[in-house]
Structures are given as C-alpha cells and as structure tokens.
C-alpha cells in the first residue's frame, strides 16, 4: 500500500513538473512596465537618480513620475533600496554625511536638491 502512495505521489509530481504552463511568465516580458512610469504634469518627478553611500551605489537610474494624489507602492526583497529612495525624496540622507545623490528629482517642477 505505501509503495503504491509512494509511487502514484511521484507520478503526478513528474507530471506537474513537466506540465506546460498555461499562463505567461513575467521574466518572458521583463522590459514592460505595470503602469505608466511618467504621467503629464507630475507633482513629483525623478530623473536619472542615484545614489551613493561613500563608493556603494545603494541606487541606479530611477526614472519615475508621481501624480497628484497617486498612491505607489514599492515593492521588493530586503536591501535593494526601498527605504534608501524614499529616503532621498524626504532628503533624510542629508544627515548622513557619506550619503551622495545624483540626478534630479522634482517637486511641482522645481529641483528639491537645487542650490
């Protein structure tokens, strides 16, 4: 009887793993974004930003638009720069004297790191 189990277990595991996938797989299509990335007349406006821990680059290149009263969510594993980017829009890393940002990121058009 446990030979039985055992086996008929091990047949529709093989074939759930042989098994064609019926929908599509994000990584067949990982240059599209959900959304739009830049919306007309944006409250808030990220271009080419990074930003820098002494010689670590925390972040690359974000480009995005923020509309009036758009809600966003970010999403993503530990450490790949969630709180380091909202960080940066609150202008938090100011206090952090090895804390670089570059790029440009915009406030109802103006830049809110402009001298």
């Known amino acids: 009887m446990v030979s039985k189990l055992v086996t008929d277990t091990a047949t529709m595991l093989e074939k759930k793993a042989t098994a ?24 808030m406006s990220m271009r080419n930003v990074d930003v820098f821990y002494g010689d670590k680059q925390a972040i690359y290149n974000v ?5 009036q009263n758009e809600v966003i969510a970010m999403i993503g594993p530990s450490g790949c720069g969630k709180s ?11 206090t952090v004297e090895s804390c670089r940002v570059h790029g440009e990121l915009s406030l109802d058009g103006e830049d809110i790191y402009a001298a």
Do not use: H, W
């Open 20 to 43: 064609k996938q019926t929908g599509p797989d994000a990584m067949d299509y990982p240059e599209q974004a959900i959304g739009e990335p830049f919306v007309k007349n944006p409250k």
């Open 84 to 94: 380091t980017f909202l960080r940066s829009i609150n202008r938090m890393n100011d």
């Open 63 to 67: 480009n995005v638009d923020i509309g």
